[in-house]
């Protein structure tokens, strides 16, 4: 049974943001990792208006974002192809099985 959605504060950069959410602790730790973002690149940027800074902090989180989906069609991609030799072996041995049992 999921978590009965609840109204949780956040703070996000000196700013305080609203939400509704089921998973408390997965928002407040989102939450957590933007304000860390926008802090880290608040201090390497001349940025200081905080839309742009957010944005910037988007612009990471997402590239993150895909970075790690092309790292996991790799491992697919690895996965399926050890699968289809593995079954070619299969294959072949099912074959060289027959063989030897006629």
């Known amino acids: 049974m999921a978590a009965k959605p609840r109204r949780v504060e956040l703070d996000i950069f000196g700013q305080t943001f609203s939400l509704i959410a089921e998973d408390e602790a997965r928002l407040q730790e989102v939450a957590k990792y933007v304000d860390a973002q926008m802090k880290d690149l608040s201090q390497s940027t001349a940025t200081i208006d905080s839309f742009r800074l957010a944005v910037l902090a988007a612009l990471n989180i997402a590239n993150e974002r895909f970075d790690l ?14 699968f289809e030799a593995l079954s070619a072996k299969a294959e072949r041995i099912s074959v060289e099985l027959d063989e030897a049992m006629r």
Not at 69 to 82: E, H, I, K, M, T
């Open 69 to 82: 989906a092309d790292r996991l069609a790799s491992r697919d991609n690895a996965v399926q192809a050890q």
